[in-house]
């Protein structure tokens, strides 16, 4: 099975410090869920994921070239 | 009756009543308004200045709490003197000093699924910042069963989100987030004060739109940023038609993720 490049946006508390956004390499076809696995961050179910600027749920395939943003819930007001 | 636009008023806001596309229909609209802001800390303060210079008619603030030195750093409508006395009375003298023409209501309580819906009720629209899941979600509830506009905003460290709740037609704030963090603190996540009144501002601007029909408010849509970097992102965002908030009866069950 061929890879495939994604860019990566984390948000709010799942960002590192001094970190923009990252290139991840996935295997082609991957899901959000498998590839959070290789980003060594904590999943939870109230994530909110966007690929390319559409709303999607966690079993939503990647393919090569996508920018996957990762949301958590966050409440500073 | 809709109060009109007196003397006062059209010299008070000429400056906004030649925005492009602004016009006395809209400034009407605003001074016959209220709007409930949920948390007058760096976001919900800055919101309520701001829509009270706009020419907001009655401003309802909740939050529970007095005035601590650590809050100095991002509160605009508060001063060092102050420290120990509660932070709605803060905030309505300052509003007061500045607008006094407002109508400013204040409650000294955390929003909880008792008292939400009678701060809710009579309210053109509501402004969501607190600092907590729970109040947050109160307010989401409250909001959808009394068909009331709702503007989200939250912020942490350096990044923050906003986005607009038409009821029943828009994504709710239980549409995209069901749980809470349990990683959240309170009194814990790290605040510049010029980030959380930017995002103030931006939901005060939200609000004149939802209330006015100015502009285009963003509905089914969510602007984040990141300060650190300049970085500015929008995104399409969708209901849930299992959402046990705002989700259809016949559907509510099984709520999907």
């Known amino acids: 099975m061929s890879n495939a490049t994604i860019t990566v946006k984390l948000f709010g508390t799942l960002r590192r410090k001094d970190e923009s956004d990252q290139t991840l390499t996935i295997s082609e076809h991957e899901t959000i869920q498998q590839a959070i696995a290789r980003l060594s961050i904590e999943s939870h179910s109230s994530y909110l994921y966007s690929i390319n600027g559409q709303h999607v749920k966690a079993d939503a395939i990647l393919y090569d070239g996508d920018t996957l943003m990762i949301i958590p819930p966050i409440s500073g007001g | 009756m809709l109060a009109q636009l007196n003397t006062e008023d059209m010299e008070r806001f000429k400056r906004q009543l030649t925005l492009n596309g602004y016009t006395k229909e809209h400034q009407i609209k605003l001074k016959n308004s209220t709007a409930l802001i949920a948390g007058v800390g760096g976001v919900g303060g800055t919101t309520a200045l701001y829509l009270a210079i706009a020419g907001i008619g009655r401003l309802k603030l909740v939050h529970s709490g007095a005035l601590t030195s650590s809050n100095l750093n991002r509160q605009i409508l508060m001063t060092e003197d102050w420290i120990g006395k509660a932070r709605v009375d803060c905030a309505k003298e300052t509003i007061h000093r500045i607008a006094s023409g407002v109508t400013v209501d204040i409650y000294n309580e955390r929003m909880i699924a008792e008292n939400t819906a009678g701060f809710v009720r009579d309210s053109d629209i509501a402004v969501s910042a607190r600092p907590n899941f729970p109040e947050r979600c109160a307010l989401n509830a409250a909001c959808i069963k009394h068909n009331v506009p709702m503007v989200e905003g939250a912020m942490f460290d350096m990044d923050a989100y906003l986005f607009s709740i038409k009821p029943g037609i828009t994504p709710c704030f239980h549409c995209l ?26 939901m005060a601007v939200e609000a004149i739109k939802v209330i006015t029909g100015y502009g285009s408010p963003l509905y089914s849509k969510m602007l984040l940023f990141n300060l650190a970097n300049m970085d500015f992102n929008t995104i399409a965002i969708n209901r849930n038609p299992r959402c046990q908030v ?12």
Do not use: N, Y
């Not at chain 2, 069901?178 to 930017?198: I, M, Y």
């Not at chain 2, 705002?246 to 993720?257: V, Y």
């Open chain 2, 246 to 257: 705002c989700g259809s009866p016949a559907k509510r069950e099984g709520e999907e993720i």
């Open chain 2, 177 to 202: 987030f069901k749980d809470a963090d349990h990683r959240w603190q309170e009194l814990g996540f790290p605040v510049l004060g010029a980030l959380s009144g930017t995002l103030g501002c931006m």
